[in-house]
């Protein structure tokens, strides 16, 4: 998943300025509709994320990188209480309300949540690399 601007200029500015960046303690999963795009959240912004019918975000568990590969564990939502919409982007946050893109993809494919539906990634689906 790329970088967004946001976490880019942190790192850089960390490793090339020694300019201190606190790591979040948690990081949560978010999701955003079709009506979203790729510059929106590389940029950070965070207009159409689903809201509503039970969403929330969800806490992600990463294992350790190897050779700058890390993935997380299965992470599920909540069930959804009433109609998402079309889900086609998901973004790593450094909070579980408001806060910053760290990093963001576009799905496979789009996926539809109806009432009653729950949406997860399995084990190693949400994958990070450093290159």
Do not use: C
């Given at each position: 998943?790329?970088?967004?601007?946001?976490?880019?200029?942190?790192?850089?500015?960390?490793?090339?300025?020694?300019?201190?960046?606190?790591?979040?303690?948690?990081?949560y999963a978010a999701l955003f509709t079709?009506?979203?795009?790729?510059?929106?959240?590389?940029?950070?912004?965070?207009?159409?994320?689903?809201?509503?019918?039970?969403?929330?975000?969800?806490?992600?568990?990463?294992?350790?990188?190897?050779?700058?590969?890390?993935?997380?564990?299965?992470?599920?939502?909540?069930?959804?209480?009433?109609?998402?919409?079309?889900?086609?982007?998901?973004?790593?946050?450094?909070?579980?309300?408001?806060?910053?893109?760290?990093?963001?993809?576009?799905?496979?494919?789009?996926v539809t949540v109806n009432t009653s539906?729950?949406?997860?990634?399995?084990?190693?689906?949400?994958?990070?690399?450093?290159?």
């Open positions: 998943m790329p970088a967004s601007t946001y976490l880019a200029n942190k790192i850089a500015n960390h490793v090339y300025r020694a300019t201190s960046y606190t790591s979040p303690t948690t990081v079709s009506t979203a795009s790729l510059a929106e959240l590389k940029a950070g912004t965070l207009t159409n994320e689903v809201t509503g019918g039970s969403y929330a975000r969800v806490a992600l568990t990463f294992g350790a990188p190897t050779d700058g590969d890390g993935s997380a564990t299965t992470t599920t939502f909540p069930t959804a209480t009433a109609g998402w919409g079309t889900i086609r982007y998901v973004a790593v946050m450094d909070a579980n309300t408001a806060g910053n893109v760290l990093t963001y993809a576009q799905l496979s494919s789009d539906n729950t949406f997860q990634f399995n084990s190693g689906a949400l994958a990070e690399t450093v290159d």
